[in-house]
């Protein structure tokens, strides 16, 4: 089983002492409503950390939301990564990562809608949009997640997250890299849409995880942890909507 989301990969429903499947016997099984009743409630708690970040926000002094954009950004990321590792600690550390990841996408909202007014109530709706067209797509069979499909994803997920560390590094050097991740030209609108569509196709590699993990009678605690793959992939493509509508704000 394969998933382009970090958080949810082949391993995710193994022991790590014995390498077998995980049982939920005795604890309760991961079921599809508990996930997504889980999912809307980080859902909930992200939107409330980012509406007091938003609230927080002055275009006179931008300056101030770098401390909740370290805080929300670099501690939802290390969060994230010990939720990766620590699968049994997703009850708590998942509803934490919702809430700092709130943190940062509340001032990078913040930001982009002081220039460009009107813009993350597009990505917000477009989101939720891809969200809902590819769930219905899946549920009734017209997305089907093969292993090739999923192959597919996965390497070009893997692509992209080099070339976005590749960058990184490039910055951190004092070269400007590979300028068009970043700027406003039709090969930088166009990657921005190649990213857009890899993020939500995984979408459809979570659903399928997580109803893989439901047949096979996961441990309850799998619930926050599948959520917490789903709102990572939710952030992830939200930031990228935001990005490309940006870009074609900037030619108008």
């Known amino acids: 089983m394969r998933s382009g989301n970090p958080a949810l990969n082949q391993n995710t429903f ?6 077998q499947l995980v049982s939920g016997a005795g604890t309760g099984t991961m079921t599809i409503n508990g996930t997504v009743n889980k999912t809307g409630f980080m859902l909930l708690l992200l939107v409330a950390t980012a509406a007091y970040t938003w609230s927080l926000y002055s275009p006179e002094n931008p300056g101030a939301m770098l401390p909740w954009l370290l805080v929300g950004g670099i501690g939802g990321f290390i969060v994230a990564i010990v ?10 550390t998942a509803p ?17 809608e002081s220039r460009f007014p009107g813009i993350v109530m597009q990505a917000v709706m477009l989101t939720m949009g891809v969200l809902a067209s590819l769930l219905l797509a899946y549920k009734s069979g017209l997305i089907k997640a093969t292993e090739n499909f999923k192959l597919g994803v996965v390497a070009a997920t893997g692509g992209i997250f080099v070339l976005y560390m590749v960058q990184i590094g490039a910055n951190l050097l004092g070269f400007q890299g590979m300028g068009f991740i970043h700027d ?13 569509v890899i993020a939500a196709l995984n979408l459809v590699l979570d659903f399928d995880f997580i109803e893989t993990g439901v047949e096979a009678g996961a441990p309850k605690y799998m ?7 789903l709102v990572v992939t939710l952030v992830w493509l939200y930031l990228e909507i935001l990005r490309l509508l940006s870009k074609l704000q900037s030619r108008n």
């Open 83 to 92: 939720t990766v590792f620590k699968k049994t600690w997703s009850p708590v």
């Open 14 to 19: 193994l022991d790590v002492s014995t390498g």
């Open 223 to 229: 619930e926050w942890y599948g959520a917490f793959g």
């Open 184 to 196: 406003s030209s039709w090969m930088g609108i166009a990657f921005s849409g190649f990213v857009v």
């Open 96 to 112: 934490l990562y919702a809430a700092l990841e709130g943190l940062f996408i509340g001032a990078v909202s913040a930001m982009f």
